[in-house]
């Protein structure tokens, strides 16, 4: 039996590093002592015990158990595991992991199960699933992240499992071991099994001719997932069609929503691209909506043209820079002057004037616009000046 397998928990109790969750006053404990456990979804970084923490929970309900991966769980699939315990007096769980890659379809059709409670559902994820999931799903359910395991804790099951397979090993390897699988029981375990099929005790160079480098060199999947984004609304905010559509790869290939890619791209179009093209929104909008109607693989085809659409607009964010300074100002609310109030006599209609009209609108001087005059934006400050200049002549 492979070390990750002999030795993966069997029990909440012998979870490691999750106390506020499986420990003596952790809330999953306590629900499952008292049977009031709902639909729960874990997310953390990979190896931290998330499959484990579902099988345990199976376990101590003595609950029937179906494991499934959101990227194969077939909709019928569902609907079977559910009618086998129709007229029972069991309730199954059925555990779907990777479920930040659950489509629209499989979740509307989870969604009445969850409602009558036929089935426990359980997810995991090593992204927290809130963006993936629907807003119906999530107010029937609970999320719960799980923690990296310590270094310490690592250590302690690392010394046990060396005890009981007799396997020796120097202390700098058994460092490179523990800081090299960044937190990943699983991963150590695989490691060390590596390891010991060819030597006993193990060495330094033995485990870095295996493993060259540390795990996700220091950083664990959350960084990642925000370092692509982040990089991708970098490079077309710099204009950059190519890099723009190559960490939009990384990302898809990644794993990430198109949810959530589209919803980045649509705070783009407003913040860095706003009035200098005021159909960047328009088009995100769009996207936003079809991708959300079609998932992937087809989604990747308006988000590409999207990315090249926002990466080839003319830039400003001003009406983000405005926005922010106005909402400095209005923390200290000075009121509604007299002449602008509902049913005040005293308003200045300003199509009775030719389209605008000289009044003040607030009680004190204020200004937190500023055109760049770039692209659609140059063209709208250009029509607020000529209008202002007519209506004085």
Known sequence: MKLAQKYRPQTLADMVSQEHLVGQNGIISKMVEANALTHSFFYGPAGVGKTTLARAIAKELDSPFYEKNATTLKVSEIRQIVAQYK???FTPILFIDEVHRMSKTQQEVLLPFMEDLNCIVLG??????????TSAIRSRSHSYQLNAIS???MQSFLEKVLENEKIAIDDEAKEYLIHSSSGDIRAML????SANTI???ITLDTLKSIRQEPLRAGTNEEDSHYDVISAMIKSIRGSDIDAGL?????????GESSDFIARRLAILASEDIGNANPNALNLAASTLSIVSQIGFPEARIPLAQLVIYLASSPKSNAAYLAINEALKVAIDDKGVPEHIKTHSKAYKYPHDFGGWVEQKYVSDEVKFYESRNIGFEKTLQEWLEKIKVKSTL
């Open 87 to 89: 007229n029972t007096l």
């Open 124 to 133: 995991a994820s090593t992204q927290n699933p809130y963006y993936s999931l």
């Open 151 to 153: 270094t310490q804790a």
């Open 190 to 193: 695989h490691l060390l099994e």
């Open 199 to 201: 030597e006993n005790p």
């Open 246 to 254: 190559y960490y939009l790869a990384l990302a898809i290939n990644a």
